[in-house]
């Protein structure tokens, strides 16, 4: 309301950003004001929709690119019992961790964190990337092929942010997890953009 009464036109919309092409199960609430014309959203996400795309689509030339002397192409490291369970997922080809090799807060009571240090598949879209990928205590980031979480070469492009932008080298692992977990996938603000400019409406 506050917007409309600045003389914006409002519209809102959550949109999978599965449909606009970013290979991620990540759903993401939109409010778009536009001074001229407003802009239907649900017509813009049906304009770019493309078939869902997967992990191997997003990050398979990128198996070569493992460096475990670079923050960028490197994955966190691991206590030795999370290590462990990562192993465990491999050892028997599955992608959920049973709970009885989980920590006693998930094995010794009810949970729904079946996510939790589970793998993701190589053929499907990721989960929603978050600044936790480098943990496997924090969701479904042990990587489909290789016993290891993300990098954040791997993250990045996950959340569709081009190779060519680059981390200040000051940046830590940590904080870097977090400013890609974070960020809105750019794919997003260009079919936005895109979409507004096609429709003569400005945003």
């Not at 917007?3 to 759903?27: C, F, M, N, W």
């Not at 499907?124 to 990587?143: L, N």
């Not at 960020?183 to 096609?198: F, N, R």
Request: a positive charge; one cysteine or more; glycine letters at 8%.
């Amino acid at each position: 309301s506050s917007l409309e009464g600045l003389g914006y036109h409002v519209s809102t919309a959550v949109i999978d950003l599965r449909e606009i092409g970013v290979p991620q199960k990540r759903k993401r609430f939109v409010l778009v004001g536009a001074k001229k014309g407003r802009l239907d959203i649900e017509k813009v996400v049906l304009k770019f929709r493309v078939k869902a795309r997967s992990i191997a689509w997003a990050i398979d030339d990128l198996k070569s690119r493992y460096n475990s002397e670079h923050i960028f192409d490197s994955s966190a490291k691991h206590s030795e019992t999370n290590q462990r369970r990562i192993e465990y997922l491999f050892s028997h080809n599955i992608y959920e961790l049973p709970n009885a090799e989980r920590p006693a807060c998930h094995r010794d009571k009810p949970h729904s964190y079946g996510s939790v240090y589970g793998r993701m598949k190589w053929k499907e879209p990721a989960p929603t990337i978050t600044g936790g990928f480098g943990s496997t205590g924090q969701g479904r980031f042990v990587h489909p092929i290789f016993p290891r979480t993300l990098t954040p070469h791997e993250a990045s492009r996950l959340q569709f942010i081009p190779d060519y932008f680059s981390f200040p080298q000051s940046v830590g692992r940590r904080a870097m997890q977090q400013i890609i977990g974070n960020a809105a996938p750019p794919k997003l603000s260009h079919v936005l953009i895109c979409g507004a400019a096609d429709e003569g409406i400005l945003i």
